[in-house]
């Protein structure tokens, strides 16, 4: 089982500022399978980045995705109001999919 | 564009069987061009894979919840089935239904959700 862990637990910004948030895994991830999801309190998540790098339909450019390997990194440029929320990172590249624990974006 | 929407009992009693259904519009449960899975997340927790379907028939199941789960896909309804037998508290979580394109084998990113049903083990 690959174990995705990411950091920090929670990331207290002002709006405007930018957001880093790290998925390191425990073994390296086929092909960069590697996705990114949003979730609000009471919804279900949503698709950001998928392929480690690639914006799903309708997402905002400010939203970015990087990384191979073991590493990968979920970057928003300028926070606005409605990106405070729990991100989690996801991979497929084993057919044990697994997700990391969150990372919280709070506003500061 | 999909649209998935999850339906079934919100209480269960320990020791039973949980049952879901997912009913998919705007695609077909029979095209190549997607997976059918099930996730679920416990109160204020994160998230955790249960498993999914092809249109093949294939299923992929989570080894820590394999010897309790079935999916099923009935294409005369468009829709995909959970089943989680001997179920206990630790259970209970918010279950969403779930889609995307196969990118490996028949697992992939999620571009499809349900808006999740919370089910609650207890007597």
């Known amino acids: 089982e690959i174990v995705l862990t990411q950091s920090p637990g929670t990331l207290s910004l002002s709006p405007g500022e930018r957001a880093t948030l790290s998925c390191r895994a425990s073994?390296?991830?086929?092909?960069?399978?590697l996705a990114w999801y949003q979730q609000k309190p009471g919804q279900a998540p949503r698709l950001l980045i998928y392929?480690?790098?690639s914006r799903a339909t309708g997402i905002p450019d400010r939203f970015s995705g990087s990384g191979s390997g073991t590493d990968f990194t979920l970057t928003i440029s300028r926070l606005e109001p409605e990106d405070f929320a729990v991100y989690y990172c996801?991979?497929?590249?084993?057919?044990?999919?697994?997700f990391g624990g969150g990372t919280k974006v709070e506003i500061k | 564009q999909l649209q998935l929407q999850e339906s079934g009992p919100g209480l269960v009693k320990p020791s039973e069987t949980l049952s879901l259904t997912c009913t998919v519009s705007?695609?077909?449960?029979?095209?190549?061009?997607?997976?059918w899975g099930w996730i679920r997340q416990p109160p204020g927790k994160g998230l955790e894979w249960i498993g999914s379907?092809?249109?093949?028939?294939?299923?992929y199941y989570n080894p820590s919840l394999k010897s309790r789960v079935t999916i099923s896909v009935d294409t005369s309804k468009n829709q995909f089935s959970l089943k989680l037998s001997s179920v206990t508290a630790a259970d209970t979580a918010v279950y969403y239904c779930?889609?995307?394109?196969?990118?490996?084998?028949?697992?992939?990113?999620?571009?499809?959700w349900g808006q999740g049903t919370l089910v609650t083990v207890s007597s």
């Open positions: 073994q390296s991830v086929s092909s960069s399978y």
């Open positions: 379907i092809y249109y093949s028939g294939s299923t």
């Open positions: 996801q991979q497929y590249g084993s057919s044990r999919v697994t």
């Open positions: 392929g480690a790098s």
């Open positions: 705007g695609g077909s449960i029979s095209s190549s061009s997607y997976y």
């Open positions: 779930a889609s995307g394109p196969p990118r490996f084998m028949i697992v992939g990113n999620i571009d499809y």
